[in-house]
């Protein structure tokens, strides 16, 4: 039998996100100490901890049959792997990352074009080099090891390109965003001899599955309520659900539970206006998967 299945656990600042996603999905992650092999409770799995930088490269030589890494490293590393899923969450929020090109707020610089000749930090050297190299636009790029808004502020570079989710970090740095250049989620990779492997296939697909399920869920809250009769279309029409509300009658009753799931985001202005079309006794409980 081919398994068990090398999994790549991204270390760092996804490395707690990561291991909170898994046992939503149903698996339990032990980092022990300082060790970058952790415990999972299945025994077709065997964890290991590296970079996220590094994560597309371990698998597309086949040290790693699976991982989890930004779409900006695979890009960064130019790794021939199997993108398994998208699986957009991170420690901050669940929209996807940006990759921006940020200059001093009060720079004269409004283009592409006027970094010509300019210095540019970043961590993502080799796709920022790749992006002005194909708009022909002469520029230095260096590799910063962190803090690189900094590089700007103390004169060691004139822009950078920079990962961020609100853009609120480079504000707070004195520098605008000149534009996007990338827009990066985590994703689930394969080495190919695995993906073609049907044991090792199997197990992959089933962790993108609840992978997936779990971010869903995330989304996603149920609704419990009762209903009069005469007031059940009125408050069925108010609900959204991923197919259609369940509608139970209750025993010896004219009345009804009526149970749907809903999208967070409107509960807050949903449950008000069910009450007013006759609901009552509603329940509002989190999901933690939906396949």
Known sequence: MSLPLKLGIPKGSLQNATIALFKRS??????NGRSYFPE???DEIECAICRAQEMSRYVESGTMDAGLTGKDWIAENQSDVHVVCDLVYS???SRPARWVLAVPRDSEITSLEGLKGKKIATELVGFTKRFFAERKIDVSVEFSWGATEAKVVSGLADAIVEVTETGSTIKAHGL?????L??????????HA???????????????LLLQGALR??????LKMNVAKEKLEGVVKLLPSLNAPTVSPLYQSAWFAVESVVDTHVVRELIPKLLRAGA???IEYPLNKVV
């Open 40 to 42: 999972i409770d299945d």
């Open 217 to 222: 869920g995330e989304k996603l809250v149920g």
């Open 194 to 208: 695995a993906w073609k492997d049907p044991a090792k296939r199997q197990k992959i697909e089933q962790i993108a």
């Open 26 to 31: 149903g698996w339990a992650i032990d980092v």
């Open 182 to 191: 990338m827009l990066t989620n985590t994703q689930l990779i394969a080495n």
């Open 91 to 93: 420690k901050v929020s």
């Open 280 to 282: 009552e006794g509603i």
């Open 176 to 180: 605008k965003i000149l534009m996007d």
